[in-house]
């Protein structure tokens, strides 16, 4: 249900960069439950049939197609595949864990503790 990446490319800087860690929700059908569709400003993990999986802001949406925005002139996006429909979605980004707190974290956990 959840999904860890690791950013990298600059598409989507300042917002997110390459050190950022993304916490993503994949989407997923519970009974008559399903999880909210990404809607306009969303981060989202997508994989478009001749590309690699891409992290791209959700610009537009309709029905069941995104338009999705990087946020550079050379950004592989939406102006240059189209829409991204529903199925290709792969997860939706629901934290941002930023390169500093990651790095911060990692070595808080890799200390060694004392038994004193």
């Known amino acids: 249900m959840f999904k860890l990446y690791r950013v990298e490319g600059k ?3 300042p917002k997110i960069t390459e050190t950022d860690l993304l916490l993503g929700i994949r ?5 008559s439950f399903s999880l909210p569709k990404a809607k306009k400003g969303d981060i989202i993990v ?3 049939p001749g590309y690699p999986k891409m992290v791209k802001e959700v610009s537009m949406v309709s ?4 338009v999705v925005i990087g946020f550079h002139d050379d950004s592989i996006d939406s102006r240059h595949f189209g829409v991204v429909y529903r199925s290709e979605v792969c997860t939706r980004i629901v934290w941002i864990i930023r390169g500093a707190l990651f790095k911060r974290l ?3 956990l890799l200390r060694k503790t004392s038994d004193q």
């Open 27 to 31: 989407p997923v059908i519970f009974g």
């Open 11 to 13: 598409s989507l800087e």
């Open 106 to 108: 990692r070595q808080g």
């Open 63 to 66: 029905v069941d197609q995104y």
């Open 46 to 48: 997508f994989k478009k």
